[in-house]
C-alpha cells in the first residue's frame, strides 16, 4: 500500500510539473475557438484522486494477483477513457485520465515487483536453509569425502595419483584434492611441461563432457585419463587418473557413478561457501541467479543421495514399506509385495489400509485400530500372524518414524511425526526351529530324567548292601553324586530354556515386598547354612517400597544366591542380606566372605555353563554352571538388572535390581 500511494505522489509531481500534457491532450476533446476552456480540478483535488486510483489498483493487485487482476483493470482503464473524451467533449472537464492510468499502472508494477521480491527472499532463505541442514547432518568436511572417493578408487584400479580440479573464478582448473600412492611419482603443479599437459587433458574432458584419454607416452610413462565431473548436466570439475596400467573401457561406467558423487560434493561445498545475495531479486542479478541454480544442484544431489536408501531396503530380506501420514504409500519393497501377495501395479493402487488389510489374521482383524494406536501413543505395534492356511508365520511392526530436535526453550526434545514405517519379517523357519528346539527340551526332560532317576536309585539300593566292599560303595556314591548332578543340571536348563523361548508363558507378577520374600527365604536356607556353620543375617533397612515380580521366580533368585553364598564360603563366617531402596529401583544384595570370584572370571560369570577356576583348585563339579545364568535371565525379564563385586580372598557381593512400583 506504502508503494501504491508513493507512485500516486510522483505522478502528481510529475503531471503538476507538465511532463506528460502531451499523453493527457491525446484522451480529451479538443476545445474550439470561443468556447470555454476545460476545468482541471484543483490540485488538493487532483492529488486525492490520484491516490485513490493508485492505492485501489495496487491493494487489487496485492488480493487478487496480477493475471486475476489484469481483465478488471483493463476494462476500468477503458470506462475511464471513454468517461475521459465525453466529459472533456460535453461538459469541459478533464478528470486527468492520462495521470490517473499513469499512477494506476506504476502503482500495479510496484506492488507487482514487490510481491515478487518477497517471493525471492523467501526462496531464497528456504534453499539457503535446505543447504545448511547438510552443514548439520553431515560431520565430515568435503575435503574428507573427496579423499575417500579417490581412495575408494585406489582399491579397485591400478591407480598411481589422482587429483580432483575445480574451476576457480576465472574457469582455470586448479587442484582441490590429491591422492597418491607412491609420493616420489607425484609431478610438481605448475611447474613443468607435464603438468600443463595433464592439466589441459582434463580441459579437453571438460569441454567435450567425455573421458580423455592419453595413452602411456604421449605424456609420461602413466596412462593418463581426464574425467568430468558432472551432475544433472552440469560440469562442476575434472578428476584426473595416472594409471600402471592400460585404461579399461569397461570402467566408465564406476568412473561415471564416482565422478557424480565427486561432483555433488564439489558443488555441497561450493554452496558452503556462498551465500545468496538476497538484497536483489534473483531476475535482476545474474550472480543471484547463478549462486541459486548452483543451490539448486545441491538440492538435486542430496535427493538423489537419499533415494540410495530406497535401493538398500530393495536389497533386505525383510519386507519394508513406508506410509505419508495422509496414508499414501511412498515406498513398498520386494520383500513385502511377496509377503502380501501383489505385484507393483496392485500396490500402487492401495493406500496404508488396503495394504495392511493383506494381511488380516485373528489377532490382527482390525488394521486401523493398530494403526491409530501408533499414532496416539507413539509406540510401535508388534504381532506375530499365523497363517495356516499357506503354513506361513509373519512378524509385523508398525512404527512411526519421528524427527527429534531440540525444543526452544532448550528444555528436552521435541519429536515432529514424519511417517509410517512397517515392516515384515518371515519367522516360519525360526518358529519351526523353536519347536524342534521345544522338542529336544521336551526328549531331555522325558527320556533323560527316566535312566537317571533308575542310576540313582540302583546305586542308592546297591551302596545300601552291607555285602558290598567299601571301595565298591565309594564308586557307587559317586555314580549316585554324578546322577544327582545331571538331574540338577536338567532341570535348572530346563528353567532357563523356559524363560528363553519366545513363546513363553508370561510371568505373574504381583505386587511384592522384596524384604519381605529375603526375610523368607533365608528361613527357608537356615538348615543348608546350618551344615557348615554359616549364619546367615538379614540388613534391614526401613521401609522399602513393592516391586512388580514373580514372587516364586524372584525366590529361586534369591534361593541360588544364597546357595552359592554358602556353598562358596568358609565355615564359621557370615553371609549378609540386605535390601536397599534406590531412585527408581529396589536392590536385593547378598554378601558373603568367601573365596571371590578372580577378575577375569567376573564378565562371564552369567554365562550359561561356566564355571570359576580358582587358583590351585579345580573346578567345582558340583556346579552346573547355570545357577547365575537363570539368575540373569529371570531378572533381565522383569526389567531389572543384575551386578556382582568381588576381590579373591575377601568374599563377594551379588545383587540385583527391580524397578519399584
Given at each position: 500500500?506504502?508503494?501504491?500511494?508513493?507512485?500516486g505522489v510522483a505522478t502528481c509531481a510529475i503531471w503538476k510539473a507538465g511532463l506528460i500534457?502531451?499523453?493527457?491532450?491525446?484522451?480529451?476533446?479538443?476545445?474550439s475557438s470561443g468556447e470555454p476552456s476545460l476545468q482541471t480540478p484543483h490540485l488538493w483535488?487532483?492529488?486525492?484522486?490520484?491516490?485513490?486510483?493508485?492505492?485501489?489498483?495496487?491493494?487489487?493487485?496485492?488480493?487478487?494477483?496480477?493475471?486475476?487482476?489484469?481483465?478488471?483493470?483493463?476494462?476500468?482503464?477503458?470506462?475511464?477513457?471513454?468517461?475521459?473524451?465525453?466529459?472533456?467533449?460535453?461538459?469541459?472537464?478533464?478528470?486527468?485520465?492520462?495521470?490517473?492510468?499513469?499512477?494506476?499502472?506504476?502503482?500495479?508494477?510496484?506492488?507487482?515487483?514487490?510481491?515478487?521480491?518477497?517471493?525471492?527472499?523467501?526462496?531464497?532463505?528456504?534453499?539457503?536453509?535446505?543447504?545448511?541442514?547438510?552443514?548439520?547432518?553431515?560431520?565430515?568436511?568435503?575435503?574428507?569425502?573427496?579423499?575417500?572417493?579417490?581412495?575408494?578408487?585406489?582399491?579397485?584400479?591400478?591407480?598411481?595419483?589422482?587429483?580432483?580440479?575445480?574451476?576457480?573464478?576465472?574457469?582455470?582448473?586448479?587442484?582441490?584434492?590429491?591422492?597418491?600412492?607412491?609420493?616420489?611419482?607425484?609431478?610438481?603443479?605448475?611447474?613443468?611441461?607435464?603438468?600443463?599437459?595433464?592439466?589441459?587433458?582434463?580441459?579437453?574432458?571438460?569441454?567435450?563432457?567425455?573421458?580423455?584419454?592419453?595413452?602411456?607416452?604421449?605424456?609420461?610413462?602413466?596412462?593418463?585419463?581426464?574425467?568430468?565431473?558432472?551432475?544433472?548436466?552440469?560440469?562442476?570439475?575434472?578428476?584426473?587418473?595416472?594409471?600402471?596400467?592400460?585404461?579399461?573401457?569397461?570402467?566408465?561406467?564406476?568412473?561415471?557413478?564416482?565422478?557424480?558423487?565427486?561432483?555433488?560434493?564439489?558443488?555441497?561445498?561450493?554452496?558452503?561457501?556462498?551465500?545468496?545475495?538476497s538484497n536483489l531479486p534473483s531476475f535482476i542479478s545474474a550472480r543471484t541467479s547463478g549462486?541459486?541454480?548452483?543451490?539448486?544442484?545441491?538440492?538435486?544431489?542430496?535427493?538423489?543421495?537419499?533415494?540410495?536408501?530406497?535401493?538398500?531396503?530393495?536389497?533386505?530380506?525383510?519386507?519394508?514399506?513406508?506410509?505419508?501420514?495422509?496414508?499414501?504409500?511412498?515406498?513398498?519393497?520386494?520383500?513385502?509385495?511377496?509377503?502380501?501377495?501383489?505385484?507393483?501395479?496392485?500396490?500402487?493402487?492401495?493406500?496404508?489400509?488396503?495394504?495392511?488389510?493383506?494381511?488380516?489374521?485373528?489377532?490382527?482383524?482390525?488394521?486401523?485400530?493398530?494403526?491409530?494406536?501408533?499414532?496416539?501413543?507413539?509406540?510401535?505395534?508388534?504381532?506375530?500372524?499365523?497363517?495356516?492356511?499357506?503354513?506361513?508365520?509373519?512378524?509385523?511392526?508398525?512404527?512411526?518414524?519421528?524427527?527429534?530436535?531440540?525444543?526452544?526453550?532448550?528444555?528436552?526434545?521435541?519429536?515432529?511425526?514424519?511417517?509410517?514405517?512397517?515392516?515384515?519379517?518371515?519367522?516360519?523357519?525360526?518358529?519351526?526351529?523353536?519347536?524342534?528346539?521345544?522338542?529336544?527340551?521336551?526328549?531331555?526332560?522325558?527320556?533323560?530324567?527316566?535312566?537317571?532317576?533308575?542310576?540313582?536309585?540302583?546305586?542308592?539300593?546297591?551302596?545300601?548292601?552291607?555285602?558290598?566292599?567299601?571301595?565298591?560303595?565309594?564308586?557307587?556314591?559317586?555314580?549316585?553324586?554324578?546322577?544327582?548332578?545331571?538331574?540338577?543340571?536338567?532341570?535348572?536348563?530346563?528353567?532357563?530354556?523356559?524363560?528363553?523361548?519366545?513363546?513363553?508363558?508370561?510371568?505373574?507378577?504381583?505386587?511384592?515386598?522384596?524384604?519381605?520374600?529375603?526375610?523368607?527365604?533365608?528361613?527357608?536356607?537356615?538348615?543348608?547354612?546350618?551344615?557348615?556353620?554359616?549364619?546367615?543375617?538379614?540388613?534391614?533397612?526401613?521401609?522399602?517400597?513393592?516391586?512388580?515380580?514373580?514372587?516364586?521366580?524372584?525366590?529361586?533368585?534369591?534361593?541360588?544366591?544364597?546357595?552359592?553364598?554358602?556353598?562358596?564360603?568358609?565355615?564359621?563366617?557370615?553371609?549378609?542380606?540386605?535390601?536397599?531402596?534406590?531412585?527408581?529401583?529396589?536392590?536385593?544384595?547378598?554378601?558373603?566372605?568367601?573365596?571371590?570370584?578372580?577378575?577375569?572370571?567376573?564378565?562371564?560369570?552369567?554365562?550359561?555353563?561356566?564355571?570359576?577356576?580358582?587358583?590351585?583348585?579345580?573346578?567345582?563339579?558340583?556346579?552346573?554352571?547355570?545357577?547365575?545364568?537363570?539368575?540373569?535371565?529371570?531378572?533381565?525379564?522383569?526389567?531389572?538388572?543384575?551386578?556382582?563385586?568381588?576381590?579373591?580372598?575377601?568374599?563377594?557381593?551379588?545383587?540385583?535390581?527391580?524397578?519399584?512400583?
Open positions: 500500500m506504502t508503494l501504491a500511494l508513493a507512485a500534457d502531451p499523453l493527457q491532450a491525446a484522451f480529451v476533446v479538443d476545445v483535488l487532483a492529488l486525492l484522486l490520484l491516490l485513490t486510483v493508485s492505492a485501489s489498483a495496487g491493494y487489487f493487485v496485492s488480493r487478487v494477483g496480477a493475471r486475476r487482476s489484469f481483465p478488471i483493470l483493463c476494462l476500468g482503464f477503458l470506462a475511464m477513457c471513454a468517461a475521459s473524451l465525453l466529459l472533456s467533449r460535453f461538459y469541459k472537464i478533464d478528470i486527468l485520465f492520462a495521470p490517473m492510468a499513469l499512477g494506476a499502472t506504476s502503482a500495479v508494477a510496484l506492488v507487482q515487483l514487490q510481491l515478487l521480491w518477497r517471493i525471492d527472499r523467501a526462496l531464497s532463505r528456504h534453499v539457503d536453509e535446505a543447504v545448511r541442514e547438510t552443514d548439520n547432518l553431515e560431520e565430515s568436511s568435503a575435503e574428507t569425502r573427496l579423499t575417500g572417493g579417490l581412495r575408494l578408487l585406489q582399491t579397485v584400479l591400478p591407480i598411481e595419483e589422482t587429483i580432483v580440479f575445480q574451476p576457480n573464478e576465472v574457469g582455470a582448473l586448479i587442484p582441490c584434492a590429491r591422492l597418491r600412492a607412491n609420493s616420489s611419482a607425484s609431478i610438481q603443479s605448475t611447474r613443468n611441461k607435464i603438468w600443463r599437459r595433464l592439466v589441459n587433458l582434463c580441459d579437453i574432458a571438460v569441454e567435450t563432457n567425455d573421458v580423455a584419454i592419453a595413452a602411456s607416452g604421449e605424456i609420461d610413462q602413466f596412462d593418463n585419463v581426464g574425467i568430468p565431473l558432472r551432475h544433472n548436466h552440469r560440469i562442476v570439475g575434472a578428476l584426473l587418473l595416472r594409471l600402471h596400467e592400460p585404461f579399461d573401457q569397461s570402467d566408465r561406467r564406476l568412473l561415471a557413478a564416482v565422478g557424480s558423487q565427486l561432483a555433488r560434493n564439489l558443488q555441497r561445498e561450493d554452496a558452503r561457501k556462498k551465500k545468496l545475495d549462486h541459486r541454480l548452483q543451490t539448486f544442484d545441491v538440492v538435486s544431489g542430496l535427493l538423489a543421495e537419499h533415494r540410495f536408501g530406497a535401493q538398500v531396503l530393495a536389497e533386505a530380506s525383510d519386507g519394508y514399506a513406508i506410509a505419508y501420514l495422509d496414508g499414501t504409500l511412498a515406498y513398498v519393497n520386494e520383500a513385502f509385495l511377496a509377503a502380501a501377495r501383489i505385484d507393483q501395479s496392485e500396490a500402487r493402487q492401495l493406500d496404508l489400509f488396503g495394504l495392511l488389510n493383506r494381511f488380516r489374521s485373528g489377532v490382527f482383524d482390525e488394521p486401523s485400530i493398530a494403526v491409530r494406536r501408533v499414532m496416539q501413543s507413539g509406540e510401535p505395534y508388534e504381532r506375530e500372524l499365523q497363517f495356516s492356511d499357506r503354513n506361513q508365520t509373519l512378524e509385523l511392526r508398525i512404527g512411526l518414524a519421528v524427527e527429534r530436535h531440540a525444543r526452544s526453550n532448550g528444555n528436552g526434545h521435541a519429536q515432529t511425526p514424519l511417517c509410517l514405517a512397517i515392516r515384515v519379517r518371515d519367522v516360519t523357519c525360526t518358529k519351526e526351529y523353536e519347536r524342534l528346539k521345544s522338542d529336544m527340551i521336551s526328549l531331555m526332560s522325558h527320556e533323560l530324567r527316566t535312566p537317571l532317576t533308575s542310576i540313582n536309585g540302583f546305586a542308592e539300593l546297591v551302596a545300601s548292601d552291607e555285602k558290598v566292599p567299601v571301595e565298591s560303595r565309594e564308586f557307587l556314591q559317586i555314580i549316585s553324586n554324578e546322577s544327582q548332578r545331571m538331574s540338577r543340571m536338567i532341570d535348572t536348563f530346563l528353567s532357563v530354556t523356559q524363560l528363553e523361548r519366545s513363546d513363553k508363558k508370561e510371568v505373574t507378577k504381583i505386587a511384592l515386598r522384596l524384604d519381605e520374600v529375603v526375610r523368607e527365604t533365608i528361613t527357608s536356607m537356615q538348615s543348608v547354612a546350618k551344615k557348615k556353620r554359616i549364619r546367615l543375617a538379614e540388613q534391614p533397612n526401613g521401609q522399602i517400597p513393592p516391586v512388580a515380580a514373580d514372587k516364586s521366580l524372584i525366590t529361586q533368585v534369591l534361593t541360588k544366591l544364597l546357595d552359592n553364598a554358602i556353598k562358596y564360603s568358609a565355615e564359621r563366617t557370615t553371609v549378609t542380606v540386605s535390601t536397599l531402596l534406590e531412585a527408581e529401583a529396589v536392590r536385593v544384595v547378598v554378601e558373603d566372605r568367601g573365596y571371590g570370584v578372580p577378575g577375569e572370571s567376573i564378565d562371564r560369570i552369567w554365562e550359561k555353563f561356566y564355571r570359576v577356576a580358582r587358583d590351585g583348585q579345580e573346578k567345582d563339579e558340583e556346579s552346573t554352571g547355570l545357577g547365575l545364568a537363570f539368575v540373569k535371565e529371570v531378572v533381565e525379564q522383569h526389567g531389572g538388572s543384575v551386578a556382582v563385586e568381588s576381590e579373591v580372598g575377601r568374599g563377594s557381593k551379588f545383587s540385583f535390581a527391580l524397578p519399584r512400583l
